[in-house]
């Protein structure tokens, strides 16, 4: 009895992914036009993990929007850049790519040279010229919470640390506009940062060749706003505001979902 009930299992899981590898791929979702929609990449930063898109991506998959939030390893800038490099490679058609804090650095290095790149979003996030670096961005304007005290060490391997944010101050740093209830399981589940991936610099910027977009975060305890205003301008990208925290794409999703489908069209 148990060896026909496992024939009959592994027959069935057989067919199904069988169903699943014939199944015809899905069509590009298309503009009134006919036009394809660009498929819109998700880049989370620091001390988070893809799930903080999900109010953001709900939006965009409602609209019609193929959307992908692949996971950023956090180990380093060139190394993480060349990960979401060889991820955008396997997507055919036009793409925006939108990024949050330190995701910001990724997505600057690794969209560039790539002509399906449409538009870049950045969503509170780091907009670094070649040789800038994270730390460099971060305190040169004076507002930034997010200081070594803030910060658990944790070494792991040989030569690498990897930084957390504490947990008495993550809330009030990272995320002040969303209910504690929440940020205490972002805490528990972040992911950490190697601490030279803080302080490595950037290759030369994509924003130089592609179109971009910024939504400042006004109340960013991270990155503070008179930065973001910076980098945004710098980079020549058409720029909103939100009241919002430095989580802004969790605390309005709304109003960044609205933000990328501007640079989508």
Do not use: C
């Not at 070494?155 to 008495?168: F, L, N, S, T, W």
């Not at 919002?244 to 990328?260: E, F, K, N, R």
């Amino acid at each position: 009895m148990k060896t026909t009930r496992r024939t009959l299992l592994a027959g069935s899981a057989a067919a199904a992914t069988g169903a699943l590898l014939a199944a015809p791929a899905a069509h590009a979702h298309t503009r009134p036009g006919g036009t394809p929609k660009p498929t819109v990449v998700l880049v989370h930063g620091a001390f988070a993990d893809a799930s903080g898109w999900n109010g953001v991506a709900t939006r965009l998959v409602r609209d019609g929007y193929p959307v992908i939030a692949p996971a950023n390893p956090l180990r380093g800038v060139s190394s993480d850049s060349a990960y979401l490099a060889s991820i955008l490679a396997t997507l055919d058609g036009p793409l925006v790519v939108v990024a949050h804090s330190y995701g910001g650095l990724v997505t600057t290095n690794a969209t560039a040279g790539n002509t399906n790149v449409k538009a870049l979003v950045y969503v509170a996030a780091f907009v670094p010229d070649q040789g800038e670096s994270l730390l460099g961005l971060q305190t040169a304007h004076p507002g930034s919470r997010l200081d070594e005290a803030a910060l658990d060490f944790r070494p792991y391997g040989e030569g690498h640390v990897d930084a957390y944010i504490k947990k008495a101050v993550f809330h009030d740093v990272f995320a002040g506009d969303v209910p504690r209830a929440t940020t205490d399981l972002m805490w528990a589940t972040q992911r950490p940062a190697d601490v030279n991936a803080l302080g490595e610099p950037s290759g030369a910027p994509a924003w130089k060749t592609i179109p971009s977009w910024y939504l400042v975060a006004r109340k960013d305890n991270v990155i503070p706003a008179a930065a973001q205003r910076f980098m945004a301008q710098r980079a020549g990208a058409r720029s909103v505001e939100v009241n919002a925290s430095h989580v802004a794409m969790i605390a309005q999703p709304a109003a960044t979902a609205d933000l990328i489908k501007r640079a989508a069209r």
